[in-house]
């Protein structure tokens, strides 16, 4: 297990050194991290690493108990670090395309994906959590999302990222300069996950240029800070995402109770 969890520490160390290279590395993580939203940050970086392509990850008793689904033979798990276990030991994911249904009363995955018939719901909601969005467009509304997200969680981030500028590029700027670079990347990153969660063309929004920042954090701890701050923050906003889109569709569901009965006795 210790020459395991070296190997792990190894691939962590490399795939936050290989994301932060350039503008695209750093997209195509967040492009695999906002399908995983609910995992810390070295997690969807070790699950970038191992199976980028992975759509919903759980532990096999997760699968087995709630979901009652069942792991496949041979399928590989991704080795994550457990901070609940013994010291330096490691778990393991499998992604919803590792299990199959079980012979009763498997439960469906909620994997949700974004519709017309949401976006108003989504966002007011968004509107209601994190200030007043203005936009009549998701894309608009998911951007002023990410910037009023940010705006109010910053400091508790970037108070980390001071002391531990040394050896990286930043090291070089002054205070205000290094929140300058931060806020605009987090930004920047948190807005991408947005919007490539809810199945938008990125391309369409975004261009090198919005991400040339990630280069400036090349050490663990920079690119920790950056990645720790992108992920929480996106978080928060991909719950309130989920949890809109399950409440028009529960009460669509109601509707469809309430009407059914009256439509048979007519």
Known sequence: MAA????????YRRTGVAVAKNPQAWQGFLSSACRNYKCRF?????????????????????WNRQFKRWVNKDSKGIAVFDPKGRRNTLKYYFDV??????????RPVPIWQMDERYEQAVMERL?????????????????????????????DYFSQLKGFTRD?????LDDFNVEVCYRRLVTNSVAFMLMSRCGLDVKEYFDREDFADIVNFNTPHTINAIGIATSDISEMALREISAAIRNVQMEAREENRTFAPKSQSR
């Open 127 to 155: 509107s209601d959590r994190f200030g007043d969005v203005e936009s009549t467009d998701l894309a608009s509304a998911l951007m002023e999302t990410a910037k009023n997200a940010v705006e109010d969680n910053l400091q």
């Open 97 to 106: 395309s590792d299990t199959h249904e079980g012979y009763y009363g498997s």
């Open 168 to 172: 990286s590029f930043l090291e070089e």
């Open 42 to 62: 070295d997690e969807q970086l070790l699950i970038y690493a191992q199976r980028p392509d992975a759509v919903a990850v759980a532990k096999l008793e997760t």
């Open 4 to 11: 395991k969890y070296q190997l792990i520490t190894e691939l």
